[in-house]
C-alpha cells in the first residue's frame, strides 16, 4: 500500500511555470506506475500526464503536450509535475495516482488503486 501527498500547487500568472510534487510513503515506490490528473468543479477527471516504474515511459495528454512533463526520483520517492505557459484553462484540483498493476502510464483513473488529496493550482489571466 502506498499514501501519496501533493504539494506546490497555488496562483501564478498565465505563461509563468509550477513545480507539483507527490511523496509517496513505503518502501515499494518503486514498483509503482504514476500519473496526474486534474478537476474542476462540475467535471470529471481528466488525465493529465504519466510515468512508468523506472521512468523510462511517459505519457501525456494532447492539451498539455510540450508544457508539461513528468518525472520521478525513486529515491526519495516522489514524482514531480513541471507546468509550463500555464494557461487559465488549466486551472484545477490537481491529484497524483499510482498503481502497481500496470507497467505503462494509463489515462484510465479506474486503473489506479491510490490517489493523493489534491492540490490546487489556479492561472490568473
Known amino acids: 500500500q502506498v499514501q501519496l501527498a501533493e504539494s506546490g500547487g497555488g496562483l501564478v500568472q498565465a505563461g509563468g511555470s509550477r513545480r507539483l510534487s507527490c511523496a509517496a510513503s513505503?518502501?515499494?515506490?518503486?514498483?509503482?506506475?504514476m500519473a496526474w490528473f486534474r478537476q474542476t468543479p462540475g467535471k470529471e477527471r481528466d488525465f493529465v500526464a504519466g510515468?512508468?516504474?523506472?521512468?523510462?515511459?511517459?505519457y501525456y495528454a494532447d492539451s498539455v503536450k510540450g508544457r508539461f512533463t513528468i518525472s520521478r526520483d525513486n529515491r526519495k520517492n516522489t514524482v514531480y509535475l513541471q507546468m509550463n505557459s500555464l494557461k487559465p484553462e488549466d486551472t484545477a484540483v490537481y491529484s497524483c495516482?499510482?498503481?502497481?498493476?500496470?507497467?505503462?502510464?494509463?489515462?484510465?483513473?479506474?486503473?489506479?488503486?491510490?490517489w493523493g488529496q489534491g492540490t490546487q493550482v489556479t492561472v490568473s489571466s
Open positions: 495516482a499510482a498503481t502497481n498493476r500496470y507497467y505503462s502510464a494509463t489515462s484510465s483513473s479506474s486503473r489506479y488503486d491510490y
Open positions: 513505503g518502501r515499494t515506490f518503486s514498483s509503482y506506475t
Open positions: 510515468i512508468s516504474w523506472g521512468g523510462g515511459s511517459t
